[in-house]
């Protein structure tokens, strides 16, 4: 029922900011939280942020909380995450996801849809 893309990774060096995007399809999206977690090699897929359906609440892993902000468009079916004083352990691929379970928001099982990814690097 729905297609996620995700965009705006790249290498950067520390302290900079980028902005993650990621393209929703479907009529539907505006009904569902979404999330945002990120695989570094050698290591489980990890939560990064997420987003209630209308964008009213917001929750982020403490790894990232004050440096990471996640809002959403529901207009344009689209999730963002923008990232700021990033950090060298950051580097991972970025993935949107679509929550489509009632429970935690931080368990990978509770999304169904995800993004094909989005390479962040950051460099020291």
């Known amino acids: 029922q729905v297609q996620l893309v995700e965009s705006g990774g790249g290498l950067v060096q520390a302290g900079d900011s980028l902005r993650l995007s990621c393209a929703a399809s479907?009529?539907?999206?505006?009904?569902?939280?979404m999330g945002w977690f990120r695989q570094a090699p050698g290591k489980e897929r990890e939560f990064v942020a997420a987003?209630?359906?209308?964008?009213?609440?917001?929750y982020y892993a403490d790894s990232v909380k004050g440096r990471f902000t996640i809002s959403r468009d529901n207009a344009k079916n689209t999730v963002y995450l923008q990232m700021n004083s990033l950090k060298p352990e950051d580097t991972a691929v970025y993935y949107c996801?679509?929550?489509?379970?009632?429970?935690?928001?931080?368990?990978?099982?509770?999304?169904?849809?995800w993004g094909q990814g989005t390479q962040v690097t950051v460099s020291s």
């Open positions: 479907g009529r539907t999206f505006s009904s569902y939280a």
């Open positions: 996801a679509v929550k489509t379970r009632a429970g935690r928001s931080d368990f990978l099982t509770q999304y169904d849809y």
């Open positions: 987003i209630s359906s209308s964008g009213g609440r917001t």
